[in-house]
């Protein structure tokens, strides 16, 4: 054997031995979904660390509601996704298998319905007869319902809109409709031109919790949950920073910039954005309070009356007996460690 045929054989068996390495490092790609809500983590998706973190070739995808993101994730184009509790319950009532892994917030003054100046609302009293709009099948639809409820109205005393978050903004500046029950960038466009009647602690209050959390497809949490605790981690790195140093994350900040880029908006009003959000350590998230302890998870809990209240508004056909299979403290415990 000559020195070119030597060397020839000894680049095809390295490629050989190669291939599979190759091949696995091709195949860590992951789809994960996001929407424009101004959370510390979310820096991690503009400069890069997630991927980072994971080892993992992420696409982020921005959408504009839950209920498109479980849509995707049923079509297998999405494996893991920021959404609302409400879109949550309504797609595993449906049959959707995933699992929340990690709770982004919970009910606080980051969701509201505002209400436009020059609408003849000054109180909860005045909502009769008037048109108010949420983005469908959202923590914030559901939250509007639960509020007309308790309020004694329904949907005919009120004109209630589902509408996607951009076309809510529009319709608001228009004149068309009296409120809108939105989140940033959302929140902070109306109100420009009114007032914030109702925030969404308030109707937690009132007794209608909520929780945005990021969630997984079931079989991708089955077979890689290395990825769900890497990303934990980086979640959790974010949110002590917040905790602990708020100078870094004013508007003057890095942070605030990245948010902005990655979200939209301006530094200034992501850094306002931040301020407020209700966030739980993961300590708490892992206790019965929350994601842990199976059929006692308060979270579980949140998505059954959930779903039971979605029923009744004609929005789900059927209430599962449990919903403790779609919440896991596994990610948060590990990534603790």
Do not use: C
Not at 5 to 10: E, F, M
Not at 182 to 209: F, M, Q, R
């Amino acid at each position: 054997m000559n020195i070119k045929t030597l060397l020839a054989a000894i680049t095809v068996g390295s490629a050989s031995l190669l291939a599979p390495f190759v091949a696995q490092a091709a195949d860590k790609k992951v789809v994960v979904a996001y929407q424009t809500d101004a959370l510390p983590s979310s820096v991690a998706i503009a400069n890069g660390e997630f991927a980072k973190a994971t080892g993992y070739e992420i696409d982020f995808r921005k959408f504009n509601s839950g209920a498109e993101i479980f849509a995707a994730i049923a079509s297998g184009d999405v494996q893991v996704g920021y959404v609302g509790s409400s879109p949550f319950a309504a797609a595993t009532s449906r049959g959707l298998e995933v699992k929340a892994f990690y709770l982004s917030s919970i009910s606080g003054i980051d969701e509201a319905l505002v209400v436009r100046n020059g609408s003849g609302i000054s109180s909860l009293d005045d909502l009769k007869g008037k048109k108010v709009a949420a983005a469908p099948v959202s923590t914030d639809h559901y939250q509007l319902l639960a509020l007309i409820k308790s309020l004694g109205l329904t949907e005919k005393d009120v004109q209630v809109f589902a509408i996607p978050q951009p076309e809510i903004v529009a319709s608001y500046n228009r004149g068309d409709i009296d409120g809108g029950f939105v989140w940033d960038p959302a929140l902070t466009e109306l109100k420009k031109n009114g007032k914030v009647l109702v925030t969404s602690k308030d109707v937690a209050d009132k007794g209608a919790p909520t929780f945005s959390a990021w969630v997984a497809a079931s079989k991708f949490a089955d077979e890689d949950p290395a990825f769900l605790k890497s990303f934990a981690s980086v979640i959790n790195k974010y949110y002590a920073s917040f905790a602990a140093d708020k100078k870094a994350w004013d508007a003057d900040s890095e942070n605030a910039k990245l948010l902005a880029r990655a979200l939209g908006g301006t530094p200034e009003q992501q850094a306002a954005a931040l301020k407020n959000l209700t966030l739980l350590t993961p300590e708490v998230q892992a206790s019965e309070a929350w994601l842990g302890g199976g059929e006692k998870s308060g979270a579980a809990k949140i998505l059954k009356d959930t779903a039971a209240f979605l029923k009744d508004q004609g929005k789900v056909t059927e209430v599962l007996p449990s919903y403790a299979a779609f919440v896991t403290p596994d990610a948060v415990v590990n990534a603790s460690n």
